[in-house]
């Protein structure tokens, strides 16, 4: 099989403002006041590298300023533009991929905690949350034993804005233009200061999305010989609210109370058309038209309660307490080569989650150590169905229910950790997290299944300082990658039963994958923190690598998630950011990843590169501040290279297929003015 994805080019335009007493979160170091001859966005960056120099493990750090120079409208549009970020899809910015791999292995996190969210792969839809929002965000290389174990390819820390007694406030109003799309925009505000004892901070917003996601697949048989494919068009429409709040209570001084209300929607409608073509691709002989429309809900708060017992020692406890609703109706109508409606189907998924995570830390600073201690659990039940309804001929069947289960996942958890300086110019930092976590999967039948599973991980991350401007860091550490909730029970969900569209069944027997990963890597800054000069070398060994696999049954295609064996990953990360002196605030900068994969498959005894990952993924852009207008006027090019894989397919005991794909590239091209 071959499947061509169309290049997309987009070009935007965004343009916002905002309170000139907006503040960024509050900081533990005490700087020295440094004037910047390169306006918020040049203050920015050096804010940013100084909280990467500082930082215990191996990050990358981009600012509030950064994150609104680029299409406000969403988090996803601004982030990928750093090193290793990729996305699921063509011209989508919603499930983040790092170095290349899928988003499974990436833990995305709002303000330290999982968003709950309807996909069953535990990923966050980033382009839900407006960038205006936002005070920065952390893509970590290595975790702590502090983090969840979830991110073998790093982890994308999400964080919001909050005062610090100030008062001040914002209103961003965003627009732009994508090629062949339409206009998008967005309004936003917030404000935040100090009434009394509480620091505040109350933001909201909406926005609208367009986007095209149009694809065309093209089937091979052989060398030449083609087997058909479809021409897909594909628009999609966002309507979105947010709300995202953060009050802090200094009851006295040793007792802080924290809550954190916040409220998620997005009503998402999708038009799609695909025209099947004939095997030699002559003349399309069937017409699809569905139209798609999901609503989706969060509601959630977090409470925090510090106290402070001396100087040494503090203890924080906290609830992390969200529900959420998705719902989604799709009406379909399929039509021979004459335009004759030949089926109609009506197909209606409604899903309901809950998450409940308490917790409880212990921070104490002794002769030089800095020791961290934690417990707490972690609660999820997901509970999916389905009707399906179709009419053939004229004569309608029964609602069919194809998929009914509930999935609820157990984790409880606890880690210590030790931070301590060796030589002097240097930090490291011990730590080691257990995680032990039970599933119980009922299927459509009613039958019950139950798994275990029990993980250690310990980490070790390093950062010696040679001076204030170069540090050299190494990690080393374990994670864990759960199979996808709905990939629990084995119930097959519909599809269209082809190779290239095949039915999914889940698989309750299905391990957690264990990754051992390692990370190396110099960070060099200049021009008082507006240059960086940076490089990272990974690597990372995949044990009961979780990977799908074809199979005909019947007739038709289905694809079944199994542990398929042992993985491999190494790669390497470029960074610069140089200011062109020639030309006064002009600021050139780009990144690159460079990533090479190996899956050893234990039922087909193949050597191949995981599925859907890219080798190389590109960014490059300038940056011109004029000092007299205060403007930042930027371009930039991303680009994701092509790719082709093999993957052998299992036909019978004895035999195999050859399914292979190739990718054209991507490439996205922005214009923007701050």
């Known amino acids: 099989m071959r499947a061509t994805v169309r290049t997309l080019t987009a070009v935007s335009l965004s343009l916002c403002a905002g309170s000139a007493f907006a503040q960024t979160a509050s900081r533990t170091e005490t700087l020295p006041e440094i004037r910047v001859d390169g306006g918020a966005i040049g203050e920015s960056v050096q804010q940013a590298f100084t909280d990467r120099s500082n930082a215990p493990n191996a990050r990358v750090v981009i600012e509030g300023e950064q994150l609104n120079q680029f299409n406000d409208l969403s988090v996803g549009d601004a982030i990928r533009r750093l090193p290793g970020v990729t996305f699921s899809a063509v011209n989508?910015?919603?499930?983040?991929?790092?170095?290349?791999?899928?988003?499974?292995?990436?833990?995305?996190?709002?303000?330290?905690?999982?968003?709950?969210?309807?996909?069953?792969?535990?990923?966050?839809?980033?382009?839900?949350i407006p960038a205006v929002l936002i005070d920065r965000i952390e893509i970590i290389r290595s975790p702590l034993a502090s983090m969840g174990s979830s991110g073998a390819a790093g982890t994308v820390n999400i964080i919001t804005k909050r005062q610090n007694g100030k008062p001040g406030g914002g209103v961003s109003v965003g627009g732009g233009y994508y090629d062949k799309n339409g206009p998008i925009g967005d309004l936003s505000g917030w404000t935040g200061g100090q009434a009394g004892p509480i620091n505040y901070f109350i933001g909201g917003g909406v926005q609208r999305r367009l986007l095209e996601e149009s694809s065309d697949t093209l089937n091979?048989?052989?060398?030449?010989?083609?087997?058909?494919?479809?021409?897909?068009?594909?628009?999609?429409?966002?309507?979105?609210?947010?709300?995202?709040?953060?009050?802090?209570?200094?009851?006295?001084?040793?007792?802080?109370?924290?809550?954190a209300p916040s409220y998620f929607r997005t009503e998402e409608y999708r038009a799609q058309t695909d025209r099947r073509l004939n095997g030699a691709r002559t003349a399309v002989n069937r017409i699809t038209d569905e139209i798609r429309t999901r609503d989706r809900e969060t509601v959630g708060s977090y409470f925090e309660w510090q106290h402070i017992y001396n100087t040494a020692v503090s203890s924080k406890v906290f609830v992390d307490v969200q529900k959420a609703i998705e719902l989604t109706t799709r009406n379909s109508t399929r039509y021979n080569a004459a335009y004759v409606p030949e089926q109609i189907e009506r197909r209606y998924s409604p899903i309901d989650l809950r998450r409940i995570a308490p917790g409880a830390s212990v921070t104490a600073n002794v002769a030089g150590h800095v020791l961290d201690m934690g417990l707490g659990a972690i609660l999820l039940e997901r509970q999916e169905s389905e009707q399906r309804q179709r009419t053939l001929g004229g004569n309608t069947t029964p609602p069919d229910p194809t998929r009914i289960y509930k999935v609820g996942e157990d984790v409880a958890y606890g880690y210590v950790s030790d931070r301590f300086s060796v030589l002097g110019?240097?930090?490291?930092?011990?730590?080691?997290?257990?995680?032990?976590?039970?599933?119980?999967?009922?299927?459509?039948?009613?039958?019950?299944?139950?798994?275990?599973?029990?993980?250690?991980?310990?980490?070790?991350?390093?950062?010696?300082?040679?001076?204030?401007?170069?540090?050299?860091?190494?990690?080393?550490?374990?994670?864990?990658?759960?199979p996808d909730l709905r990939d629990l029970t084995p119930t097959i969900s519909a599809n269209s039963g082809t190779i290239v569209s095949p039915d999914t069944r889940g698989n309750p027997e299905a391990r957690p994958e264990h990754i051992w990963g390692i990370d190396v890597g110099i960070d060099r800054f200049f021009d008082n923190k507006l240059g960086l000069v940076a490089g990272n070398v990974f690597a990372r060994q995949f044990d009961d690598k979780l990977d799908r696999t074809l199979s005909q049954e019947n007739g038709r295609w289905i694809s079944t998630l199994r542990n398929a064996g042992e993985g491999?990953?190494?790669?390497?990360?470029?960074?610069?950011?140089?200011?062109?002196?020639?030309?006064?605030?002009?600021?050139?900068?780009?990144?690159?990843?460079?990533?090479?994969?190996?899956?050893?498959?234990?039922?087909?005894?193949?050597?191949?590169?995981?599925?859907?990952?890219?080798?190389?993924?590109?960014?490059?852009?300038?940056?011109?501040?004029?000092?007299?207008?205060?403007?930042?006027?930027?371009?930039?090019?991303?680009?994701?290279?092509?790719?082709?894989?093999?993957?052998?397919?299992?036909?019978?005991?004895?035999?195999?297929?050859?399914?292979?794909?190739e990718f054209n590239a991507l490439n996205r091209f922005d214009l923007s003015m701050r």
């Open 92 to 128: 989508r910015s919603r499930e983040i991929k790092l170095r290349g791999i899928p988003r499974e292995y990436t833990q995305v996190l709002l303000d330290g905690r999982p968003l709950l969210d309807g996909d069953s792969t535990r990923s966050v839809e980033v382009d839900r």
């Open 220 to 259: 091979t048989i052989g060398a030449s010989s083609s087997d058909g494919g479809t021409l897909q068009k594909q628009t999609r429409r966002f309507n979105e609210a947010t709300f995202n709040a953060r009050f802090e209570a200094q009851l006295n001084e040793q007792n802080r109370l924290t809550i």
């Open 425 to 482: 110019p240097d930090l490291l930092t011990l730590g080691v997290r257990v995680e032990s976590s039970e599933t119980r999967t009922t299927d459509n039948l009613g039958v019950l299944r139950t798994g275990t599973d029990t993980a250690v991980n310990p980490s070790l991350q390093y950062r010696y300082s040679f001076t204030p401007d170069l540090d050299l860091r190494a990690g080393i550490a374990r994670t864990v990658r759960r």
């Open 568 to 661: 491999k990953m190494v790669g390497v990360e470029l960074e610069a950011r140089v200011p062109l002196h020639f030309i006064p605030g002009l600021t050139l900068w780009g990144n690159a990843i460079a990533v090479k994969t190996e899956l050893t498959d234990s039922l087909t005894q193949q050597r191949r590169r995981f599925a859907e990952q890219p080798d190389l993924v590109t960014n490059i852009g300038l940056d011109y501040y004029v000092r007299a207008w205060r403007t930042t006027f930027g371009i930039n090019y991303n680009r994701t290279y092509a790719y082709s894989q093999d993957i052998w397919q299992p036909l019978n005991a004895t035999q195999v297929t050859n399914q292979r794909t």
